[in-house]
């Protein structure tokens, strides 16, 4: 009996160790946008106001091929413009994977996912490349590139 007791003091205690989770504070501005290769999406704010339009213009995805054994990983390298208003447009690339050499920012650890863009609405935006999809090797699908929108 003093065991059964016991046990059960122990599950008891034991159930209430689990780690609660703090909630984050949710930014109604951090928007995923999903592109296609050529096409153009529009952006826009949490009251639906129009903030401009992005444009993927080139995708080289060199990334090493899936079970394949590559001395580099190789990288998958947007490119796009963005469109926020009269005469007001910006062109980039973002990459993910390997370091490249003809960086000119020579900061791949800091900013090489990530660029400042101004918008619309005059307020400064981050822009971070996600995800390439499909991994190289994995599926003959339309690449599929995911950004983040967010508010440094």
Sequence with gaps: MKNIILFATTLLLWGQCRPKEIPQAANSLDKELRITLN??????????????????????DSRCLA???????????TTFSLEAGLGNQQNGQLFIGDFMP???????????????????????????????????????????????????
């Design 39 to 60: 096409q153009t999406i529009p952006l826009t704010g949490s009251n639906h106001t129009d903030l401009g339009k992005i444009t993927l213009v080139n995708l080289n």
């Design 67 to 77: 079970n394949a054994m590559c001395v580099r990983q190789g990288a998958a390298i």
């Design 102 to 152: 003809n960086d000119v920012r020579n900061k791949r650890n800091l900013t090489a996912d990530t660029m400042l863009v101004q918008l619309k609405d005059k307020e400064s935006y981050q822009l971070i490349l996600k995800d390439v999809r499909p991994y190289p090797g994995t599926s003959s699908e339309p690449a599929e590139v995911t950004f983040l929108l967010k508010k440094p």
